[in-house]
């Protein structure tokens, strides 16, 4: 699977987030677009279907049987071959889209964060740090477009757009639901990577209270119901506890609450 991101630079024409970012990388069907070979033209732009390898003109082309490809089989993603263009486009949401880099790049230092000057009520945070999650051989989430929520006492808990997560890993849980009483109604979620399950890995707020709206519909998971969970590249400590998500890593310190006689911190 490739890992595509919406472009942030300006090239999303319609301003619409995208759910089509973990796409196949199929070998080209043909070097050349068929529907012009046939009437004897050679496009010099071409366009490569990530769902199942057909190469067509691009939409700068005339006859854009690219498009018309996507718009008949309903693929919805395909992938510049012009060399020195490592972009994508989405047909069905109108973004422009660009390889996310391998591994995590390099971040400016940040100073370590006492976990007892978070706020309470929490705090949302927007955080750029390359966010990875991975279950039974998987990437189930990777993102660059992470929120931390912060609360007094508590690591941080990472919070990963949906169109960053693999919807098809993640079905609802079969019970429970529980209530925040700043952040509202949360719904559990499993991880499952084929007979691998993952019981109740992952929470989200589909309707989030005032205040959290930011929230609305990402997923947080717990790092020890996974194999593993990075913040830009540093692996992960689960907070301990049950019922606690939080994400320990060198930025933080502690004492954090979840362990035994902590209850009412």
């Known amino acids: 699977m490739t890992r595509w991101t919406p472009r942030y630079d300006g090239g999303r024409p319609a301003g619409n987030p995208c759910s089509h970012t973990w796409t196949a990388d199929p070998a080209p069907l043909t070097e050349t677009c068929r529907a012009c070979t046939a009437r004897g033209r050679a496009p010099a732009d071409l366009l490569l279907c990530l769902t199942c390898g057909h190469v067509g003109c691009s939409d700068s082309s005339p006859g854009a049987h690219a498009t018309a490809h996507a718009e008949s089989g309903g693929h919805p993603v395909a992938r510049s071959l012009a060399g020195g263009q490592e972009w994508a486009w989405c047909y069905a949401d109108g973004v422009y889209l660009d390889p996310l880099p391998e591994g995590p790049l390099p971040r400016p230092a940040r100073p370590p964060e006492s976990v007892w000057d978070y706020p309470r009520p929490p705090a949302v945070r927007e955080d750029d740090s390359l ?110 506890g049950d019922f606690y998500g939080g994400w320990i890593t060198s930025e933080v310190r502690g004492p954090f609450k979840g362990g035994p006689g902590t209850r009412l911190w």
């Open 131 to 240: 966010v990875r999650v991975e279950c039974a051989g998987q990437v189930v989430a990777e993102t660059r477009r992470a929120v931390r929520v912060l609360e007094t006492s508590h690591p941080p808990v990472f919070y990963v757009p949906p169109a960053d997560v693999r919807p098809e890993l993640l079905l609802p849980a079969v019970s429970g639901r529980t209530w925040c009483e700043w952040k509202g109604s949360a719904r559990y979620w499993d991880v499952v990577v084929g007979d691998d399950v993952r019981a109740r890995a992952a929470w989200s707020y589909p309707r989030p209270e005032p205040g959290y709206t930011a929230l609305t519909d990402f997923f947080a998971f717990y790092p020890s119901r996974v194999d593993r969970c990075t913040v830009g590249g540093e692996e992960v400590t689960a907070q301990e």
